[in-house]
């Protein structure tokens, strides 16, 4: 059902989508909004559960990952990875945090806690207008045969962060940006692939980031839509509630 | 047998091309590495391609093999900068300390004076079982003289203390299951010859991703009432750890805490910030960065729950290395520990050794890395606070001088 109602959603997109040889950026990302499922799925997306896979193929590193979000700003993610042990890593409101065995817990700050709450975002796909206030179309650049606009998405917070779209499908296939981190600012680039339909949302299964030095795939393989989470799994874990108390008052 | 494979390797790639075509094939791939790997796009400021231009027609009109190692020798120096070398082909095997295997005797070592010395036994271990003490010599291994092979190795400029070490190593290890009969000049200077059982090494097996799996190890015990703590790998993380914060935690009576990193190669780069969180009770400190090419990271530590705050010694020496010299000399630098032994190993990155074509060794950095203090580590490594020495006659009389300078320096810390 799903498959079918996104098939049509695919097709009256494509007919509804302007003969313009450079279309707006608004466009270009509500056509991705729509090509993904639509305004109208996303807001029906209230929270979801997700698991999936993680690979450092050339460190022949591996993991799992799963990730819990609730609207409108609470996510939790852990990834169990071997020989590392647990990272984990969360949003409860303005609060951004971390807390691994290798590094232990720190609570983010700066453009670095901007920039993850606004990828703890649940809907951050449908909602790009309320996280980048400017939005530019640079362009169409050819990527793996396939032409693709190129937007540049500006937040309030952060650098800029490149996004490309196929002319063809819509799809958002590249994403190209410098991720502010505690290590410093590291040069991003997540190549997403394997779009399939998660509960009535298309997402790529399969993510390619490059990081500075490492590189590792993300295959997404299940995506629970609107379940009950508890509160208690976006609460602070205690050591990191420790350092939100201890850190002086704004 | 792993020689001999090599040796004919060489001997029928030398062969099966003419000589000069096998330093071209060298000089390329030294060439292309350094372009490809190098943390600077433009490798030491230089223009690589001019480099390439100006080398190459001198390699091939080197009449000799020896004209054109030297050719790439300068060319590698042009660079200014250290870890990058060519290792002849005699030296290279014998430094290629991949030529042992997996089994051990029990013994550690190191080269003091000119000599192989016992400057450790694993308790329980074959060994120990035979009598072999800390201070002994070790003149011949597998029936390989080691003093000759110490002067051959130990007289090329390029050649580390850590490299001499390590195949000194090398050469006390062999298959698990097999025997290594060695000679060894005892506390009197009386020849012994031993067959030793080569089993296991200490520890616990464990892998990170690929790696070798590898035997990692973590003690900690009390000196009086300082706590002392020692691992060979940082690596097993979960355990280590776990180790290291149960140390921690358990140490708030103690007067201080000894790290012992001495023979520590290193390991996951991370646990230096981890562990350094249990020492370090300011946000915000920073053990050193590391200059990549597309990137630059900062080692930022993240002072954990339960801190220690005590007098804090790590102990190093010439086979401390990577993950262990941004440790010391982080903390060093942040002015959180002194630092006991001798020279670390100046190889805090992962520089690594290929063979080229003409069979030579070729030695790389892939990244910088500056302390916090401004230093970088690769090529200087970090320098004691309290340079000591370990010594034959120390080891002898059952003496740890750098842990005994260690725990002297901790007890005036806390006179009142």
Known sequence: MNRRVLLISLVAAAAGFSADPLPSAESVLDRYVQVTG??????????????????????????????????????????DIEGLGKVEMGINGPVAWENSALLGPRVKTGVERAEAIREGNMNSTSNWRKLYPKVQNAGV????????????????????????????TGLQVKITTVSTTQMGDIPVELIASDYKDFGGILEPAKVIQKAGPQEFTITLQSVEANPAIPAERFALPDEVKKLVDQAPAK | ???????????????????????????????????????????????????????????????????????????????????????????????????????????????????????????????????????????????????PLIKQVGSNPAIHELQLNRAVLARLS?????????????????????????????GVLSSFGNLPTQHVWFENKRIGSTAYVRFNLFLDLPRVMAGFQQTVESCKPCDGLIIDLRGNPGGIGGMAMGMAGFLVDKPNQRLGTMYLRDSTLNFV???????????????????????????????????????????????ALPSAFERLPNGDGFQYALANYISQGGQPLEGLGVTPDVVVELTRSALLAGHDPV?????????????P
């Open chain 1, 38 to 79: 639509g305004r109208q799925a996303y807001e029906k997306r209230k929270s979801e559960i997700s698991h999936g896979t993680l690979e450092y193929t050339s460190l022949g590193i591996k993991g799992s990952i799963t990730r819990y979000a609730a609207e409108p700003d609470k996510y939790y993610a852990a990834l």
């Open chain 2, 301 to 347: 530590v993240n002072p954990r729950a339960e801190v220690f705050t005590g007098p804090v010694a790590v102990l190093v020496d010439s086979n401390s290395a990577s993950t262990s010299e941004i440790f010391a000399g982080g903390l060093k630098d942040l002015g959180r520990a002194r630092i006991f032994g001798t020279k670390t190993a100046a190889a």
């Open chain 2, 1 to 147: 047998m792993t020689r001999l494979i090599l040796l004919f390797a060489v001997a029928w790639s030398a062969l099966g091309q003419p000589r000069s075509q096998l330093d071209l094939d060298s000089f390329e791939k030294v060439w292309t590495t350094v372009r490809d790997k190098h943390w600077q796009a433009r490798p030491g400021g230089l223009d690589w391609q001019a480099i390439h231009d100006e080398y190459r027609p001198r390699v091939e009109k080197a009449a000799s093999h020896a004209e054109a190692q030297a050719i790439l020798q300068e060319m590698l120096g042009r660079l200014k900068q250290s870890h990058f070398a060519i290792i002849p082909a005699p030296v290279y095997s014998v430094i290629d300390d991949s030529e042992g295997g997996p089994g051990s005797t029990g013994i550690d070592a190191r080269v003091l004076e000119g000599h192989a010395i016992v400057t450790g036994v694993d308790p329980g271990s074959p060994a120990e079982k035979q009598g072999v003490r800390p201070g002994w010599q070790i003149e011949r291994t597998h029936g390989i003289d080691l003093d």
């Open chain 2, 174 to 202: 062999g298959p698990v299951g097999g025997t290594m009969e060695a000679a060894f000049l005892d506390g009197s200077d009386k020849t012994i010859e031993l067959k030793l059982n080569l089993t296991a090494p200490r």
């Open chain 1, 141 to 168: 650049e050819t990527l793996d045969g396939e032409e693709c606009y190129k937007v540049i998405m500006t937040p309030a917070e952060g650098q800029p962060v490149v996004g490309y779209y196929q002319k063809k």
């Open chain 2, 403 to 415: 842990v005994d300078s260690a725990l002297d320096w901790i007890r005036r810390q806390n006179k």
